[in-house]
């Protein structure tokens, strides 16, 4: 597709259950970047990947978030054992290379609420 | 934390008329990036500025990197309702290739 596309766009789970949020990053761009923004908040940052390996996980608020990005297109960000406190709107994008130099396309989110 | 600081928080101005709204940090950027946030969308890329004093304009607004790459401003003129949005500004650091953000400013252009 033409931009960056997440699903689902909204999801509801209760308390301790297990969530993924998937991201299709524009083709051909190599680096994909995980945000959580909360409401009156800028993006904080959670992951990015150049091509298929993590190259900085630091983000990651604890062991009960992870991502993958299998074969450096499709990203999956898992969540497990959810939480009142993850819910936000996940936001992923990408960029033709890992960089500052390259802006990024986000898509418009996954907004999770757990209940 | 958001290691970059923006100002003011919120702004409320009436059409046609100018501003300026500000990211500061303690630390130097090898590049930052300015964007602009609608409500149930993502940010969207307005300029990316890499060098030291530079100034970048798009239409009605202008974008410049200070002196010692510390700090950005966004200027726009003659507001229109069509500006109203969240401006988000993100700074990049070398030897780390991802952009961390500010909480933004939330312009609103009352026409």
């Known amino acids: 597709g033409a931009g960056v596309s997440q699903t689902p766009s909204n999801k509801v789970t209760e308390k301790g259950k297990y969530v993924e949020l998937r991201c299709d990053p524009i083709s051909g761009h190599t680096a994909l970047y995980w945000y959580r923004q909360s409401l009156g908040q800028g993006p904080e940052f959670l992951i990015y990947?150049?091509?298929?390996?993590?190259?900085?996980d630091s983000g990651l608020p604890n062991d009960r978030f992870f991502a993958v990005r299998p074969e450096g297109s499709v990203s999956t960000l898992k969540i497990q054992r959810t939480e009142r406190g993850d819910s936000a709107v996940y936001l992923c994008?990408?960029?033709?290379?890992?960089?500052?130099?390259?802006?990024?396309?986000f898509g418009s989110g996954t907004r999770l609420t757990v209940v | 934390t958001q290691l970059l600081e923006q100002s003011p928080q919120f702004l409320s101005i009436q059409e046609g008329e100018n501003l300026t709204v500000y990211c500061n940090s303690s630390s130097v950027f090898s590049s930052l990036q300015w964007y602009r946030q609608e409500p149930g969308e993502g940010p969207v890329l307005l300029v990316t500025?890499?060098?030291?004093?530079e100034v970048k304009k798009l239409k009605r607004l202008t974008f410049q990197f200070g002196d010692a790459r510390k700090d950005s401003s966004l200027h726009i003129t003659a507001a229109q309702p069509g500006d109203t949005g969240l401006y988000l500004c993100?700074?990049?650091?070398?030897?780390?290739?991802?952009?961390?953000f500010g909480a933004g400013t939330r312009l609103t252009v009352k026409p």
């Open positions: 990947f150049q091509g298929t390996g993590a190259a900085d």
């Open positions: 994008a990408s960029s033709l290379q890992a960089g500052g130099s390259y802006g990024y396309t």
């Open positions: 500025v890499v060098t030291g004093g």
């Open positions: 993100a700074g990049g650091w070398v030897n780390n290739n991802d952009m961390r």
